[in-house]
């Protein structure tokens, strides 16, 4: 199974866990991504991140009460962006290569589902910046702005 946009303006719909795991490198506990609801390639993103209690950070983040940290929140984002850029043709490992002006408005806790979105903003070559939000229940949890770099378009050869 292989994913790529039939047209590099199409959008696609509906990728699976799965698909999404041909894309990025990410695996477990790392993956984030449940599901992409839709992209346009190197433009914008809708992904799906369910909150669960056994998920690996609520042991220690905090045993009182557990509440999602925020670079997981913001790993997520990145990795939604990521999918954005590389379906644009971009290099399957993307980094995060900055996080500007992030803000967190409410508490994220086990049981909540996330709707990540990632538009495009501003970029160069190798480097592409993405407007992000999560949202629980229509309400913004978290937004900014994030970079995400290509490395072999940076550092041709040496990835």
Same mark, same amino acid.
């Given at each position: 199974?292989?994913?790529?946009?039939?047209?590099?303006?199409?959008?696609?719909?509906?990728?699976?866990?799965?698909?999404?795991?041909?894309?990025?490198?990410? *695996?477990?506990?790392?993956?984030?991504?449940?599901?992409?609801?839709?992209?346009?390639?190197?433009?914008?993103?809708?992904?799906?991140?369910?909150?669960?209690?056994?998920?690996?950070?609520?042991?220690?983040?905090?045993?009182?009460?557990?509440?999602?940290?925020?670079?997981?929140?913001?790993?997520?984002?990145?990795?939604?962006?990521?999918?954005?850029?590389?379906?644009?043709?971009?290099?399957?490992?993307?980094?995060?290569?900055?996080?500007?002006?992030?803000?967190?408005?409410?508490?994220?806790?086990?049981?909540?589902?996330?709707?990540?979105?990632?538009?495009?903003?501003?970029?160069?070559?190798?480097?592409?910046?993405? *407007?992000?939000?999560?949202?629980?229940?229509?309400?913004?949890?978290?937004?900014?702005?994030?970079?995400?770099?290509?490395?072999?378009?940076?550092?041709?050869?040496?990835?």
């Amino acid at each position: 199974m292989t994913v790529t946009a039939p047209d590099p303006a199409a959008t696609m719909t509906d990728l699976s866990h799965d698909q999404v795991r041909e894309l990025i490198p990410h *695996r477990w506990p790392m993956l984030l991504l449940d599901r992409v609801e839709r992209v346009e390639p190197g433009v914008k993103g809708v992904a799906i991140k369910n909150v669960a209690g056994t998920e690996l950070w609520f042991q220690g983040h905090f045993p009182e009460r557990a509440i999602l940290p925020g670079i997981v929140v913001i790993e997520a984002l990145a990795q939604l962006a990521g999918v954005v850029f590389v379906l644009k043709g971009a290099s399957r490992i993307s980094y995060l290569a900055g996080v500007k002006s992030m803000r967190f408005r409410r508490p994220i806790v086990p049981g909540d589902q996330l709707v990540l979105s990632a538009d495009r903003s501003a970029g160069t070559p190798g480097y592409a910046e993405f *407007r992000v939000a999560a949202r629980v229940n229509g309400q913004v949890a978290a937004d900014g702005l994030i970079t995400i770099a290509d490395p072999s378009a940076i550092n041709p050869g040496k990835v």
